[in-house]
Structure formats: C-alpha cells, structure tokens
C-alpha cells in the first residue's frame, strides 16, 4: 500500500482543515487506517485511527470532540476533518495502515504497529 496524504496548509485559530489521504491497491478496505501527527521538537502522537468497515473511529484525547475520521473504501480514501484548530495541534500530519492479520485485532494507537505511512503534509495552526 502506497499512502499520498494532502490538505495541510495554514490556518487561523478556531478554524478548520479536511486532511485527505489517498491509497493505492486493491485491499485498502483490509487495512485500519490511522493519522498520527508530529510536532517540531516532539515524538510523533496518535490522533486517530478508524476500522476497516469504517464503523467505529478511536481518538486521541487531545483532538476527540473536534476531530472526526472517516474513510472511503470504494474510493480507496481516508479523511481527517479538523475543527476548532488550536495553535498546538500544529504538526506534520501522517497517515497511516494497519494490516488486520487477525478478526481480534484493535485499532493500534502506537506507530510501530503500523505497517505503511505516507510522506506527510503540513498543518500550521497561528494564534
């Protein structure tokens, strides 16, 4: 899987950005899809993550409530609609796959779990 994420740019505070993340192969519906973030000088941090299916997303406590992942199957698609930007959600944002290799398996929310990540698209929030 090949990940091409976009969307990022500059925004003012209390304002909002739609992050997308496109994927190429046939079995992007086979894998949880996550977004992680990383800020300058910090360890990059889980934001959020979403199942197969689509059907239940998982947040970071940071960004639930404003926040919301979806993901587009057919169109091999992955969204992070951000709301309410604050200036310390500035980051370099990352998509993220998750290979399922069992029916038991949770969304992850640490970065060694996953398995493909795109290159990365900036988002400067300013106060």
């Known amino acids: 899987v090949q990940l091409q994420a976009s969307g990022g740019g500059l925004v003012q505070a209390g304002g909002s950005l739609r992050l997308s993340c496109a994927a190429s192969?046939?079995?992007?519906?086979?894998?949880?899809m996550g977004w992680f973030r990383q800020a300058p000088g910090k360890e990059r941090e889980f934001v959020a993550a979403?199942?197969?299916?689509?059907?239940?997303?998982l947040y970071a406590d940071s960004v639930s409530g404003r926040f919301t992942i979806s993901r587009d199957n057919a169109n091999r698609m992955v969204y992070l609609q951000m709301n309410s930007l604050k200036p310390e959600d500035t980051a370099v944002y990352y998509c993220?796959?998750?290979?399922?290799?069992?029916?038991?398996?949770?969304?992850?929310?640490?970065?060694?779990?996953?398995?493909?990540w795109g290159q990365g698209t900036l988002v400067t929030v300013s106060s």
């Open positions: 979403i199942t197969t299916s689509g059907s239940r997303p």
């Open positions: 993220a796959a998750d290979a399922v290799r069992s029916i038991l398996q949770s969304m992850a929310t640490t970065q060694n779990e996953y398995d493909y």
């Open positions: 192969g046939r079995t992007f519906s086979s894998y949880i």
